[in-house]
């Protein structure tokens, strides 16, 4: 059902289908156990990873991204107690289900009591399995949104909240975790369109400043006066046109966090005049004899490289050592291209419901052409895309010539390209079935819905082996 403001936001609508299936990893010393959940998992749709230690499943949590933890309470080296323990510190949204045997259910309580969030008794029955790991993932795709709804207020529309799980963009959001809790400047480096503003947003939203004031000013846009007095503020009388006092952001951000974007394009009196702000934690407004304490956690933006401005005199070095306290770089699009599927997804169903039109999808040849694109615009150009292409596509199915994009020549023997293909095929492959399902099996309904021809929707319901 369609809101009737555009601007409305419907809970069930939220986070974009989900177009890759969720990932599951089980530990456990026995081999023949990890062989039982394996093949009873991945028939019912997951991803599953094993490991046959706690030491190892660390080391994988450490690189990869996995939706629930099943493990063994009673393995040698590394117990599941522990191993909990440490997944509860690396990832503490990450539901875990432990397996126990009879003999151990105080250890099982006990695992409870650390956050497990269910345990299973060996032996183990198939279907006890699938209803536990089905409630457990329940729990998290709630969880998520939830999270999702949190980060979603105050944001600006059009942002597109960290979709992604390619390996940049795992590292990325971990390293937000590991710093956002902390007081700490932070220099965030990416080119344009990378969603650095977006990385400031998500630190401020999971620190302890989270209900104070996010305040940002692109400090590239202002000259060195008019900055100094919008980020320190001034007095009457100060300068010509300063009719009355007036606060400035550092005052507004009392207590939360300011970002600084686009610190790069400052001028050098302008650096020494911040430097000193950060090392006093107190401002003077402009025309001013009286200094204010503050407590601000500033962040930094730039999309320059600012160690080679600091070699060419452009930037002061003790100004880029005290702001680059931890340096966040934000991959480009082109670094991270698996994610695009994801992204153009999300942009799709953005513009269609902004719109007021059904749901629309992008043919595999469509993806693939975005697939190659080099993207200097990063993830804002392809939104802009989308958004031109939801508009001017006829039907149910985005194409080619909806993209207005000129074909890249494409590189033999790219394995980045059979992931992209896969993932384009699963989102076909998921839309034909919904719309095959909603018009009850009928063809020539679905085909329509789809907005292709009932020949083509017979074609692909072969390929895909979606045909009874």
């Known amino acids: 059902m369609k809101s009737s403001s555009p601007d409305r936001i419907e809970p069930e609508k939220i986070l974009p289908e989900r177009i890759l299936p969720e990932r599951i990893l089980v530990v456990d010393d026995e081999p023949n156990m990890l062989g039982l959940f394996k093949k009873v998992l991945e028939k019912e749709g997951y991803e599953v990873a094993t490991a046959s230690s706690g030491e190892e499943a660390v080391k994988m949590l450490g690189t990869e991204w996995f939706d629930l933890l099943i493990a063994d309470l009673k393995m040698p080296g590394l117990s599941g107690l522990e191993l909990l323990k440490k997944v509860k510190s690396l990832v503490p949204t990450l539901p875990c289900i432990m397996l126990t045997a009879h003999g151990t259910i105080d250890s099982a309580v006990a695992a409870m009591k650390e956050g497990a969030y269910d345990y299973l008794t060996k032996p183990i029955n198939n279907e006890e399995i699938k209803m536990t790991v089905k409630k457990a993932l329940d729990l998290h795709r709630l969880t998520r949104e939830v999270e999702h709804l949190r980060e979603r207020v105050g944001m600006e529309s059009g942002s597109a909240n960290f979709i992604g799980r390619s390996k940049p963009m795992r590292d990325l959001y971990h390293l937000i975790q590991r710093v956002a809790g902390s007081n700490t400047t932070i220099l965030i480096h990416g080119e344009s369109g990378t969603g650095k503003e977006l990385v400031a947003r998500s630190i401020h939203q999971q620190s302890a400043r989270r209900d104070r004031p996010f305040v ?189 994009m000129e074909p890249v020549k494409e590189e033999s023997g790219d394995p980045l390209r059979q992931v992209i293909r896969t993932t384009t095929e699963t989102v076909e492959k998921e839309k034909i079935a919904a719309a095959t399902q909603q018009a009850r099996g009928n063809r020539s309904r679905a085909a329509k819905l789809l907005g292709i021809s009932r020949a083509t929707l017979y074609n692909k319901l072969k390929r895909y082996n979606l045909i009874d």
């Open 216 to 404: 940002t000013i692109d400090c590239g846009a202002l000259p060195e006066t008019l900055l100094e007095s919008e980020l320190f503020g001034h007095v009457r009388g100060s300068f010509t046109g300063a009719i009355s006092n007036k606060k400035g952001l550092f005052e507004e951000a009392h207590g939360g966090t300011l970002l600084l974007d686009e610190i790069g394009d400052t001028t050098a009196a302008f650096q020494s005049k911040l430097l000193r702000v950060l090392q006093e934690n107190e401002i003077r407004p402009v025309g001013s004899n009286k200094t204010i304490k503050m407590d601000v956690r500033v962040l930094a933006a730039t999309n320059k490289d600012l160690k080679k401005n600091v070699e060419q005199k452009a930037f002061r070095e003790d100004l880029y050592y005290r702001l680059a306290v931890v340096p966040i770089m934000i991959p480009p699009l082109r670094q991270r291209k698996e994610d695009i599927p994801l992204l153009a997804d999300h942009f799709i169903r953005k513009y269609c419901e902004r719109n007021r039109l059904e749901i629309k999808w992008i043919s595999p040849k469509a993806m693939r052409l975005l697939a190659d694109a080099p993207w200097p615009g990063n993830v804002r150009e392809l939104e802009n895309v989308i958004e031109r292409a939801v508009l001017m596509s006829q039907g149910a199915e985005i194409t080619t010539d909806a993209l207005f």
